[in-house]
């Protein structure tokens, strides 16, 4: 017979792996229902001084299907605390990373990549536009998997 702590050690494994299934399994609508879902914390320096990236789904440009799980999201993605200067549209493609992109304007975007690549540096022209690569990678593993 089992002890009653290694019984609730055990549901409780049971619960995590559960949600952890349900939230890789968010349809369209689920995720258009989230506001503000972080995807990134990253420390500055030592101290407690860090950025946090936030990002708020605001339509599903294409869905599959059968799954009725998103495959190209259109969110408002931005940066807040000690370098908070992003601000911006960003459009993830879950089959294609490589066309994803930070929306500028009606008319110009920047790659994912190429916004990853500007330099991190507040007086840089570019900042405004650099998304920090764990904020990318979080953006993909929260909407995408």
């Given at each position: 017979?089992?002890?009653?702590t290694k019984s609730l050690a055990i549901i409780f494994v049971g619960l995590m792996l559960g949600q952890t299934a349900n939230a890789k399994a968010m349809t369209s609508?689920?995720?258009?229902?989230?506001?503000?879902?972080i995807i990134y914390e990253e420390?500055?320096?030592?101290?407690?001084?860090?950025t946090d990236w936030y990002a708020t789904p605001i339509s599903v440009m294409a869905e599959n299907a059968k799954t009725?799980?998103?495959?190209?999201?259109?969110?408002?993605?931005e940066s807040t605390g000690y370098y908070g200067a992003f601000a911006n549209h960003v459009q993830i493609?879950?089959?294609?990373?490589?066309?994803?992109?930070?929306?500028?304007?009606?008319?110009?975007?920047?790659?994912?990549k190429t916004s990853m690549a500007f330099e991190e540096n507040p007086y840089d022209k570019n900042f405004e536009y650099r998304m920090d690569r764990k904020?990318?990678?979080?953006?993909?593993?929260?909407?995408?998997?």
């Open positions: 017979m089992l002890s009653t609508q689920e995720i258009l229902k989230l506001k503000d879902v420390p500055v320096t030592e101290t407690e001084k860090t009725r799980r998103p495959e190209a999201i259109f969110f408002f993605v493609n879950c089959l294609n990373p490589s066309e994803s992109f930070v929306k500028i304007d009606n008319n110009k975007n920047i790659s994912l904020a990318v990678e979080g953006i993909f593993a929260k909407f995408c998997k």
